[in-house]
């Protein structure tokens, strides 16, 4: 299996293109991915109406980029996400990637209806509500962005996808699985439902720290792709200092025989040889998979972390609003949290606008010591 990086250093235009366009090219260029005349749905993270300096969200200019190279097979590009909170539209005009639509001719997809897909061959999922527009496009490109999460430990290719749920249909699937290993064998089902021709993950700036929202930009200098996106995050993890192959959505994928350990991977490209020292989430060293599943149920909030608003807290009740379980309440101007409700699915931490939530180890976790 083969894995493309290109070494790309800013978000200059034609330095974009030409990294996308070295990528495509180890696999035999953009006419080997797409026939004339089909619809391609391109899916960037917009998680967020956010600034591309931010490094939240696809850079538009990468979104650009790969429009082009659709309308250069002759497929005719759309590009759609739905983000976190709020409207993709309102998002994709902040975050730039409407404003290249329209300068492209690409139209632009809300994601504002679901539909039902059957997948009788999921492991944990075997019936998804995604967006409609899915029935509607021949191809599906995940352009994803490189960047720390605190419940998966890494966002690219694959985690990406998620955005194919509609709004809050995303909090459904927290409050039904809410073990990390359950959550990731979610993702790996949604993979192969979806089953993007192409993934490209966006790291000339990726985030470290506290993403996917509230880390730091870090420049990383690369683009990834492959046909595969359990490799493209394998050998992304990798890149970005992790052990990887030990990453929920990987070792999953890796049990389940659908991608080859990293030793398999052959990673070409001017990229090949990056590699980066990301700080990592503060969650990642959960204790799944370390400790058996009834003392880590027994003893949730001793292994785990918990969210904890800080004095940068507005009351704002954004978190409130989108807690899956409603385990948060606005008291005194300041967020406030049950603990017994609480799920540890992070998504408050996510979506805080103003950086307020910090994650504190549980004592037993502490006892163990963080690793990386
Ligand atoms: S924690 Fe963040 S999202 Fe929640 S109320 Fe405070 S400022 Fe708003
Ligand atoms: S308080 Fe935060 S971590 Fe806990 S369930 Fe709500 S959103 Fe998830």
């Not at 990086?5 to 035999?28: H, Q, W």
């Not at 999922?125 to 967006?131: A, G, V």
């Given at each position: ?329 606005i008291e005194n101007g300041k967020a406030m949290v049950d603990y017994e409700q609480c799920i540890r699915c992070y998504c408050c931490q996510e979506l805080c606008p103003f950086d307020a939530v910090i994650l504190e180890q549980g004592l037993l976790l502490k006892l163990f010591g963080r690793k990386k």
């Amino acid at each position: 299996m083969r894995i493309a990086a290109a070494a790309v250093n800013s978000y200059e235009y034609k330095e974009v293109e030409k990294g996308i366009e070295e990528v495509l090219a180890c696999f035999g260029g953009i006419e080997a991915l797409i026939r004339s005349g089909e619809r391609v749905l391109i899916k960037p993270n917009m998680l967020e109406g956010l600034p591309p300096e931010r490094a939240v969200t696809t850079h538009p200019e990468v979104v650009r980029a790969v429009i082009r190279q659709v309308k250069r097979a002759g497929g005719i590009p759309l590009v759609g996400d739905s983000p976190g909170i709020g409207s993709g539209m309102k998002a994709a005009e902040k975050n730039g990637i409407a404003g290249v639509c329209r300068e492209e001719g690409a139209e632009l997809l809300a994601f504002a209806e679901s539909a039902e897909y059957s997948f009788p061959e999921g492991k944990v999922i075997r019936k998804f509500h995604l967006t409609g527009e899915l029935q509607q496009v021949d191809k599906v490109i995940s352009l994803a962005k490189m960047k720390t999460h605190s419940f998966m430990g890494i966002t690219g290719a694959v985690k990406n996808l998620f955005g194919c749920i509609v709004g809050p249909g995303k909090a459904q699937f927290h409050l039904r699985l809410k073990r990390r290993d359950d959550f990731a064998a979610m993702l790996v089902d949604l993979a192969l439902l979806v089953k993007p021709v192409f993934f490209l993950v966006d790291g000339i700036v990726g985030m470290e720290g506290n993403g996917p929202r509230n880390g730091s930009p870090i420049q990383a200098g690369v683009i990834l792709g492959g046909t595969n996106g359990f490799a493209v995050d394998l050998v992304m993890g990798q890149m970005m200092g992790f052990n990887s192959e030990e990453l929920p959505v990987s070792r999953l994928a890796l049990a389940r025989g659908l991608v080859p350990g990293l030793k398999r991977i052959e990673v070409v490209g001017s990229g090949r040889e990056l590699r980066w020292d990301f700080q990592p989430p503060y969650n990642l060293e959960s204790l799944d998979g370390r400790v058996p599943p009834f003392l880590v149920r027994f003893f949730q909030n001793q292994f785990t972390y918990r969210p904890v608003m800080n004095e940068k807290c507005t009351g704002c009740s954004r978190c409130a609003q989108h807690c899956p379980p409603q385990a948060i309440k606005i008291e005194n101007g300041k967020a406030m949290v049950d603990y017994e409700q609480c799920i540890r699915c992070y998504c408050c931490q996510e979506l805080c606008p103003f950086d307020a939530v910090i994650l504190e180890q549980g004592l037993l976790l502490k006892l163990f010591g963080r690793k990386k």
